[in-house]
């Protein structure tokens, strides 16, 4: 039987020989620090997360600073982090703690949820990290623990099953030492109880895990139930003007890579030439070695198209914002990870 005092002991007397401690967010710990690298450490491993971390505390080391800044300039600093709407809903959270909450970081649950990009957990996160109160954290890793030590089947995904994992979460958090808890509990689920050949020698929990009794670590959790994933084709034009310079344009905000700039793009060789034509521009691209790029929910290939000008036009598509980029500049905009690499290579 897992009591709540009993689990947070002896999670707390692992925790305190093997835990992490020196983490850069663990130092000078503040709402907003923690915050920061909780929303990185979404889907990311922590020995990413870090150089990203140190990079953006040192050019926003305040909200205000977040706030104030240019969102192509936050997107720079997240390029190659992925999920980019991450960043984006940071910087709209930072304007709006800027605006309604004085630039302080809000303490309670409801404040930290509404704003965008603060889940349930974050926010739990958060409380528990940075006021060392009792928020009750259900990330990923956390969910596989709990999954296992508890022996639950079923995908947890499922309302009732998530349902079941946030009630056992806040039965088992403690009172005291709560920032030391959720790093502890964070910490075995990313470390031991891995999603495989966890380290069940290692585990502190080994005695009280239902799974492990029953020979059922290596089917729990139910994966997602499995879907087909799509695979799409688009052709892109690395378009040169006679000062070397690229043409690039800034993708909409909503969709893939929102907000990042990237190559024109065409559904195929077909539309982009006659795009071309329509302009007014030669016809006569090159193509490039193809690209290949796997998204969570689809596979893309990218086609890249050289084509080198002596004239220099504006755009090439009315639709999109566009602008001419010295390859020097591109790190200081907010590109899309394969295009970066595309023109790394060029
Ligand atoms: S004993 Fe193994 S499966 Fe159970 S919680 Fe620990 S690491 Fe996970």
Not at 88 to 115: C, F, W
Not at 179 to 191: K, P, S
Not at 205 to 215: H, N, W, Y
Request: hydrophobic residues 40%.
């Amino acid at each position: 039987m897992i009591t709540n005092a009993s689990f947070a002991k002896e999670l707390l007397i692992w925790f305190d020989q093997h835990g992490r401690n020196h983490l850069p967010w663990q130092k000078d710990r503040t709402g907003y620090r923690v915050w920061v690298s909780e929303i990185m450490l979404q889907q990311t491993q922590v020995i990413t997360v870090i150089p990203y971390f140190e990079r953006f505390m040192a050019r926003f080391p305040t909200i205000t600073d977040l706030a104030e800044a240019h969102s192509d300039e936050v997107l720079a600093l997240w390029t190659g982090l992925g999920y980019y709407s991450r960043a984006r809903n940071l910087h709209a959270s930072a304007i709006e703690v800027v605006e309604q909450h004085q630039g302080e970081m809000p303490t309670s649950i409801d404040d930290l949820v509404s704003l965008k990009g603060i889940g349930r957990s974050t926010a739990g996160a958060i409380i528990s990290q940075a006021y060392n109160d009792q928020g009750v954290i259900l990330d990923g890793n956390v969910k596989r623990l709990l999954t296992r030590l508890y022996a639950i089947k079923g995908w947890p995904g499922q309302s009732q099953i998530d349902k079941q994992l946030w009630e056992i979460a806040t039965k088992l958090t403690p009172t005291t030492r709560n920032a030391d808890y959720t790093q502890a509990i964070m910490d075995i689920g990313a470390t031991i109880c891995k999603p495989k050949q966890p380290l069940c020698v290692a585990c502190p929990m080994q005695a009280r895990c239902k799974a492990l009794a029953e020979d059922q670590v290596a089917t729990i959790p139910t994966p997602k139930p499995k879907k087909l994933i799509p695979h799409k084709t688009i052709s892109v034009l690395l378009i040169k003007n006679k000062q070397g310079q690229t043409l690039l344009e800034q993708r909409p905000n909503t969709g893939i890579w929102g907000g990042l700039w990237s190559l024109p793009e065409f559904a195929d060789l077909k539309s982009l030439q006659t795009q071309l034509a329509l302009d007014g521009l030669p016809t006569n691209t090159q193509p490039i070695t193809p690209i290949k790029h796997v998204f969570s929910h689809y596979k893309l290939t990218i086609e890249p198209h050289l084509l080198v000008l002596e004239n220099t036009p504006k755009k090439v598509s009315e639709k999109a914002k566009s602008q001419w980029y010295d390859t020097q500049q591109l790190h200081t905009i907010g590109l899309a990870t394969p295009i970066k690499k595309l023109l790394e290579k060029i």
